[in-house]
């Protein structure tokens, strides 16, 4: 519908209750940079198991700081000693590398893409959390959409006798919504199509064909250099900028093109900041709104929902630095989840208003049974 206005809501993509019972979310902890290993910074995220983790437990009681402020007394009694737990469908820790994540997150979305849905993987949270680090990564140590792309080349090629399939790649940015071209850089921003055929399209945007890949390492990490920063506030800047990398898959016998979306989101602390809660899960792709600006979601409209899969990877720092970032990303990515678990077991309910369900859910506060 090229009509569609900015902003409006995924229309093709089937059942909201559908959707969501495609979510995975998949919490991951950074180590400790120099920083927070120095004297004022506690560790406030502690993982239990693979699917569980306590925010700010007790034992630990001391003043905490954000942003490397002390806060005020008042603030340390309320909000320490929560020792909130929370659970997810993954919890990575420290130690987990990107191919372990690769491992927990988007090869099964392979699947799905292999049966002929288009699939989405977002990594929310804090500037600094690690998205960047988790869905590029460097040469050397290459992030989710590197490896993504590797499995998926080894999968077609095992199982395609002829090499009857068609990669075709593509990486901007989406910018104080606008969209640029990560690939091949211009001060004017391209306009958003769309085609019966490709879906929504990005008119003019370069489509990288590629066989390998290999040949993805230095498009990603030259493409990553190209996204916005400011020359006096790099971090400022590039913190608002989202990337979305985008493979589109044909073979000759599908009658359509099959697009997976890998989505670096603007830093989530913009979003903590409008505090609008209870608006975040009303939207499309449970992404909050405030993030997932127009063009974003325009661009997107063909890749959520549905039969569509859904991963999020919600990045969190284990510093008492990152406190509120901390608490805020978790929150979210539990939110997210308990959407996940509650449409499942009311599946077949499919008339209700889950809108409101959840609304009611929010009030009730998130999981955190405490014993
Ligand atoms: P974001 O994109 O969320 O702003 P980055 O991915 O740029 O954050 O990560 C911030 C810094 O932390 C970078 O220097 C990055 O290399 C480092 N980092 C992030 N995650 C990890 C990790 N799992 N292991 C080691 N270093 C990490
Ligand atoms: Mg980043």
């Given at each position: 519908d090229?009509?569609?206005?900015?902003?409006?809501l995924?229309?093709?993509c089937?059942s909201?209750?559908?959707?969501?019972?495609?979510?995975?979310?998949?919490v991951?902890v950074?180590?400790?940079?120099?920083k927070?290993?120095?004297?004022?910074?506690?560790?406030?995220?502690?993982?239990?198991?693979?699917?569980?983790?306590?925010?700010d437990p007790?034992e630990?009681?001391?003043?905490?700081?954000?942003?490397?402020?002390?806060?005020?007394?008042?603030?340390?009694l309320?909000?320490?000693?929560?020792?909130?737990?929370?659970?997810?469908?993954?919890?990575?820790?420290?130690?987990?590398?990107n191919k372990?994540?690769?491992?927990?997150?988007t090869?099964d979305?392979?699947?799905?893409?292999?049966?002929?849905?288009?699939?989405?993987?977002?990594?929310?949270?804090?500037?600094?959390?690690?998205?960047?680090?988790?869905?590029?990564?460097?040469?050397?140590?290459?992030?989710i959409?590197?490896?993504?792309?590797?499995?998926?080349f080894?999968?077609?090629?095992?199982?395609?006798?002829?090499?009857?399939?068609?990669?075709?790649v593509?990486?901007?940015?989406?910018?104080n919504?606008?969209?640029?071209?990560?690939?091949?850089p211009?001060k004017t921003?391209?306009?958003l199509?769309e085609?019966?055929?490709?879906?929504?399209?990005?008119?003019?945007?370069?489509l990288?064909s590629?066989?390998?890949?290999?040949?993805?390492l230095?498009m990603l990490?030259n493409?990553?250099?190209?996204?916005?920063?400011h020359?006096?506030d790099?971090?400022?800047?590039?913190?608002?900028?989202?990337a979305?990398f985008?493979?589109?898959?044909?073979?000759?016998s599908q009658?359509?093109?099959?697009k997976?979306?890998m989505?670096?989101?603007?830093?989530?602390?913009?979003?903590?900041?409008?505090?609008?809660?209870?608006e975040?899960?009303?939207?499309?792709?449970?992404i909050?709104?405030?993030?997932?600006?127009?063009?974003?979601?325009?661009l997107?409209?063909d890749?959520l929902?549905?039969?569509?899969?859904?991963?999020?990877?919600?990045?969190?720092?284990p510093?008492?630095i990152?406190?509120?970032?901390?608490?805020?990303t978790?929150?979210?990515?539990?939110?997210?989840?308990?959407?996940?678990?509650?449409?499942?077991?009311?599946?077949?309910?499919?008339?209700?208003?889950?809108?409101?369900?959840?609304?009611?859910?929010e009030?009730?506060?998130?999981?955190?049974?405490?014993?």
């Amino acid at each position: 519908d090229v009509k569609s206005r900015p902003g409006a809501l995924p229309s093709k993509c089937g059942s909201t209750l559908n959707m969501a019972a495609n979510i995975k979310v998949v919490v991951r902890v950074r180590p400790l940079n120099e920083k927070e290993r120095g004297a004022n910074s506690r560790v406030v995220v502690d993982v239990v198991d693979d699917t569980m983790l306590v925010f700010d437990p007790k034992e630990e009681l001391r003043p905490f700081f954000y942003q490397g402020v002390q806060q005020p007394t008042k603030n340390v009694l309320r909000r320490a000693n929560k020792e909130l737990k929370f659970v997810f469908d993954n919890v990575c820790g420290q130690t987990a590398s990107n191919k372990d994540i690769f491992e927990l997150t988007t090869k099964d979305v392979l699947a799905s893409l292999m049966e002929g849905y288009n699939c989405s993987v977002f990594v929310y949270g804090a500037t600094g959390a690690g998205k960047t680090f988790t869905m590029i990564g460097s040469k050397e140590n290459p992030g989710i959409t590197y490896l993504t792309m590797e499995h998926l080349f080894y999968t077609i090629n095992s199982f395609e006798k002829e090499r009857d399939f068609d990669i075709g790649v593509s990486y901007i940015e989406v910018y104080n919504e606008n969209v640029y071209d990560l690939l091949k850089p211009s001060k004017t921003p391209l306009q958003l199509r769309e085609d019966a055929k490709y879906g929504v399209m990005v008119a003019g945007l370069t489509l990288e064909s590629i066989n390998t890949a290999r040949e993805l390492l230095n498009m990603l990490e030259n493409g990553n250099k190209n996204r916005t920063q400011h020359p006096t506030d790099a971090n400022a800047e590039s913190s608002r900028s989202h990337a979305v990398f985008q493979m589109r898959y044909k073979t000759s016998s599908q009658a359509r093109v099959v697009k997976l979306s890998m989505i670096d989101l603007a830093g989530s602390e913009r979003a903590s900041a409008t505090g609008c809660v209870g608006e975040r899960f009303k939207e499309g792709a449970n992404i909050n709104r405030s993030l997932l600006d127009s063009k974003l979601t325009r661009l997107l409209k063909d890749s959520l929902g549905g039969n569509c899969k859904t991963v999020m990877i919600a990045n969190i720092s284990p510093s008492s630095i990152s406190y509120e970032d901390t608490y805020n990303t978790l929150k979210y990515a539990a939110r997210a989840n308990k959407i996940q678990l509650s449409v499942k077991k009311n599946i077949v309910d499919a008339k209700a208003d889950w809108r409101c369900r959840i609304t009611e859910e929010e009030k009730l506060h998130i999981t955190l049974e405490s014993h």
